[in-house]
């Protein structure tokens, strides 16, 4: 033991007489050791000391057994110090160093503990400050000499040096920079953002509301809901809620084709019939609204709420069409009470219907969403119109050799005119889907406004009702680092060990 300590002497002798002269790079790469603390320092022996003292070498343990060593025999010197003190000194000891107090036993365990931890907390400050200046010093050793002699220049390094040279150099003006606590700090936040970054998005956001960071970013709660409506179809033409029934024939028992074909007809008689019984119904009622007069047809649309418009004829019409709805809605609503509660149940959840009460209830509430389906398909229809006056015009603008090239392309006839030809391409606009892509844009970017206009309260709530997941995990831990950089600058730059701060406090 005497001779490792002669070995530390030695070193650290020899370590302050280098201090004297010019600084280099391993000069402050000894001066990070030196910060580790009591009896951190290594011994390093010249070979001749290796050779002269052989049983030092035999009774090397780790790095973590040398502390534990250090340790040990330190708080027993120190134990032993503190019971020759007076109560009345080592009262005053603690209360310095804000601990509570005791009687004495307690009291120097109490501060044997407090003292130790400052020296832990030492240690490992010490070992990140000796990281620091190493992976400095070695990001710039694997800088190129170009590269190494550009960065010198930029420093106001000039002169044909060595490149070890230009790296003591760099170091030394990175060290008087502040580079340590500089890298130190970096170190500290890097950290932080592995914490935070290995956390999932409901910890992350349940932290973020704890500390009011907003960790929704508007835009993408908009660009999420809007992609999840596109896939939802809420964008394209709108369908017809209430069906067409088709009877599907009942194929013929053992293959029977013959008694098939029978019933077939026999349905086929029948369907004739009923329409030969409803064109005939409308023309009565036809005959019925034209002998009325004026005045009283325009009463009677009054009644439906519809404002009379145009001459007799189309307010006869305007009333045969009511009529026609009137009946239709009269035997729809019919179909659905015959239907029972179970089966209203399933259609009103197929198509995503709330409804409470009774039969009644779930009737209505059929109605009404068939309703609107309907309103949907009439306002759409009225778009539609207005995308394809819009299209005749931009086609009656052109002439009519390149409306021929236009048909051409799309494999249409050119007929012999121009309106011919433009008449074709609204057609064909229609069919293959041009008119609807136009319509389904026009749709989605009014909705992008409307949802540019809520606030983040109202947008969220729309994510959670939607099921859509809005948050960026990479955008919390951002704004989580800026808040806690802002708010806490020592907990984002805690380079002072914790002894240290102890003494601030006194």
């Not at 992976?135 to 000039?158: H, V």
């Not at 660009?223 to 939802?232: K, N, P, Q, T, V």
């Not at 509660?341 to 399933?346: A, D, G, Q, V, Y």
Request: with cysteine; glycine share 4%.
């Amino acid at each position: 033991m005497a001779l490792k300590r002669k070995a530390v002497a030695k070193a650290s002798t020899g370590l302050f007489k280098r201090s004297k002269g010019k600084t280099s790079a391993k000069t402050i790469e000894q001066e990070a050791e030196q910060h580790m603390g009591i009896c951190q320092v290594e011994s390093q022996e010249e070979p001749e000391q290796q050779q002269e003292e052989p049983e030092v070498q035999e009774d090397e343990i780790s790095d973590e057994e040398k502390v534990k060593q250090q340790e040990k025999e330190l708080a027993a010197a120190r134990k032993k110090e503190l019971k020759g003190m007076g109560a009345a000194d080592l009262k005053e000891l603690l209360a310095s160093k804000g601990l509570e107090i005791g009687n004495k036993a307690d009291m120097i365990e109490r501060l044997l503990a407090h003292e130790a931890e400052a020296r832990a907390v030492r240690r490992e400050h010490d070992a990140k400050m000796r990281e620091v200046v190493v992976r400095k010093k070695e990001e710039l050793e694997a800088m190129s000499a170009p590269d190494l002699k550009d960065l010198c220049s930029s420093k106001g390094i000039t002169g044909v040096l060595a490149k070890a040279v230009r790296i003591e150099k760099l170091l030394l003006l990175w060290q008087q920079d502040d580079g340590v606590n500089k890298g130190l700090a970096q170190m500290a936040l890097e950290k932080r953002q592995a914490e935070l970054a290995a956390k999932d998005k409901a910890a992350l956001l349940k932290l973020c509301d704890k500390v009011g960071v907003e960790a929704f970013v508007k835009e993408v709660m908009v660009e999420r809901l809007l992609r999840h409506e596109l896939e939802a179809g809420v964008f394209a033409r709108p369908a017809a809620e209430q069906q067409i029934k088709e009877e599907v024939p009942v194929p013929a028992k053992n293959g029977d084709l013959v008694a098939a074909l029978l019933a077939s007809e026999a349905n086929r008689k029948k369907e004739i019939e009923l329409k030969k019984q409803q064109e005939e119904v409308a023309a009565n009622k036809r005959k019925e609204l034209k002998s009325m007069s004026v005045e009283e047809l325009k009463k009677a649309l009054s009644k439906h709420k519809l404002e009379p418009v145009g001459k007799k004829e189309d307010i006869v019409e305007a009333l045969f069409q009511v009529g026609i709805q009137e009946e239709r809605l009269a035997a729809r609503k019919a179909e659905l009470r015959a239907m029972g509660k179970e089966e209203l149940k399933k259609l009103l959840c197929s198509k995503a219907i709330e409804a409470t009460g009774g039969l009644e209830a779930m009737v209505q509430a059929i109605l009404s969403h068939e309703a609107k389906a309907r309103e949907k398909l009439k306002a759409y229809g009225v778009k539609v119109e207005e995308v394809l006056a819009k299209k005749r015009e931009e086609l009656d603008a052109r002439t009519a050799a390149e409306l021929k090239q236009m048909c051409v392309n799309k494999g249409l006839k050119v007929g012999v005119g121009k309106e011919d030809r433009v008449e074709r391409l609204l057609e064909e606009a229609k069919k293959d889907g041009e008119i609807d892509k136009v319509l389904k844009q026009q749709a989605r970017s009014s909705r992008r406004e409307e949802l540019l206009t809520m606030d983040h309260v109202a947008l969220r709530k729309l994510c959670s009702k939607a099921g859509v997941d809005a948050l960026v995990k990479e955008v919390m831990v951002e704004r989580l680092i800026s808040h806690e950089t802002e708010h806490s600058p020592a907990a984002a730059d805690s380079t002072e060990p914790l002894a240290k701060k102890a003494r601030s406090r006194k």
